[in-house]
């Protein structure tokens, strides 16, 4: 059975999807096909001059810019600046239901080391006010690529769907902050509230132009914790003296883990990485003080709960046992949502893209640990849906996992998209989805 297939059915018998409301695969009309086509090449020249020219999070001015002037001529009704940097298009066409459709606009602080023709040369400071250089390594210049070309599509074949199409730019998803700014800055009120939002990811473990989908929990929350243990500094010939900080770190460091190993059910994954520790100047001083910092990801709220609170109690009780000085500091910084795809749009989104690119193109693919700000959309209280296209050449990749190795993936300096199939699949399937969630005579 084909996965979407597993999917339809298991929606069926929970009764999350009405018998007939998900209709049968359709090709795209072929007009679309074509224009697609006749379209590629100013999609390559957006894609490359993007690349070239990244920008970090919330100083994505030219790049908004760029795109904001491109989808303002295909008559949708423009706003910038939302949030920050970000853009709300609106193309009203008729009545029936709002479909949203969300790109990213920032690249990352990373030297590009991938060696193509139009690789980012760019620096830009950062939030510190240090001169970084800059690249587009996860994929987002793909992202607007395909976003501004389906908006070509939709607005140039108006007769095919109706409905409101609502476009976001968003900025910073990059620190997982953007999704937040545009909403505090009224993107649900401001703006019509979407029924549908839909975004797409490209993906360093399929094959490019293969559409990998999730229902449910898809990818991982993520909060930021701190630690700062505080001990007695003395003389390292005599440790005897002190009460060492960086022992207990390390301690600390191997109890975390127990947290996943001994108080953890396996069926809710939780990670929990120690990024980095500071402690200490020199060989022979036991430092007063060493700092930890950790991201946390979980997919359930009650385990971001149950693990965040036992990483609190695990470091007092290290400290109680160390004898420390003073009770260590546990700063939490709460960060994106779980990204949750809402099933019934999963199986519509499914069954549109197989009928656009054919269903040995759609595959189920497993839940992610990384984390996108996307799921604030959802939170917000919108049927919401993230999916991921491959974008690694599939030569490439078989040659790569037969040999137990992995290509380089996003946020690599060596991240380089096969761009012509991934950006096909991409307009392809974005179209495919809008055009079934606005379909004429449907109710809003």
């Not at 224009?35 to 908004?64: C, G, S, V, W």
């Not at 193509?116 to 001169?131: H, I, R, V």
């Not at 010939?237 to 191997?254: C, F, G, H, L």
Request: with cysteine; net charge neutral.
């Amino acid at each position: 059975m084909k996965p979407s297939s597993r999917l339809l059915k298991h929606l069926l018998l929970a009764g999350v999807v009405a018998a007939g409301s998900v209709h049968a695969a359709a090709p795209l009309p072929p007009e679309f096909t074509a224009q697609m086509e006749k379209d590629y090449p100013t999609i390559e020249a957006l894609y490359q001059d993007l690349h070239r020219t990244p920008e970090l999070a919330f100083n994505e001015h030219q790049t908004a810019k760029k795109l904001a002037e491109r989808v303002k001529a295909l008559g949708f009704e423009v706003t910038t600046g939302v949030g920050g940097t970000g853009i709300v298009a609106i193309l009203k066409n008729g009545p029936g239901p709002i479909a949203m459709l969300r790109t990213e606009l920032d690249g990352l602080p990373v030297q590009e080391k991938t060696g193509l023709p139009f690789a980012s040369t760019a620096t830009a400071k950062n939030a510190a006010g240090e001169t970084v250089p800059t690249m587009h390594a996860c994929g987002h210049d793909v992202h607007m690529s395909a976003w501004y070309a389906t908006a070509k599509l939709m607005a140039e074949n108006r007769k095919a769907w109706s409905g409101t199409l609502m476009l976001v730019g968003q900025p910073a998803e990059e620190p997982l902050t953007g999704s937040a700014a545009m909403l505090k800055d009224g993107l649900f009120k401001r703006f019509p509230k979407p029924d549908y939002a839909i975004s797409m990811h490209d993906e360093g473990t399929l094959p490019a132009g293969q559409v990998g989908w999730r229902a449910g929990h898809f990818r991982a929350s993520a909060d930021t914790v701190t630690i700062t243990i505080h001990g007695q500094g003395g003389h390292g010939a005599t440790p005897q003296e002190t009460r060492d900080p960086v022992v207990m770190s390390a301690r600390v460091v191997m109890a975390l883990q127990t947290l996943i190993s001994r108080e953890n059910n396996p069926a809710d994954p939780v990670v929990i990485t120690v990024g980095s520790i500071h402690g200490g100047t020199q060989a022979n001083i036991v430092p007063d003080q060493v700092k930890l910092q950790l991201t946390v990801r979980t997919f359930r709220p009650e385990v971001r709960q149950r693990v965040l609170a036992s990483i609190v109690r695990e470091v007092e009780g290290e400290a109680q046992a160390a004898g420390m000085p003073k009770k260590p500091q546990v700063d939490i910084v709460p960060g994106a949502d779980s990204v949750y795809n809402d099933p019934e749009l999963v199986a519509r989104s499914v069954a549109a893209i197989e009928g656009a690119l054919g269903k040995d193109k759609v595959v189920e693919m497993p839940a992610k640990m990384t984390s996108e700000d996307f799921a604030n959309y959802g939170q917000a209280g919108v049927k919401a849906v993230l999916l991921h296209v491959g974008a690694v050449e599939p030569k490439k990749l078989a040659d790569a996992r037969k040999a137990g190795k992995y290509p380089p993936g996003t946020h690599s300096p060596q991240w380089a998209p096969d761009f012509k199939p991934t950006v096909r699949s991409f307009i392809a399937a974005e179209t495919a989805i809008l055009l079934d969630l606005l379909k004429p005579g449907q109710k809003k």
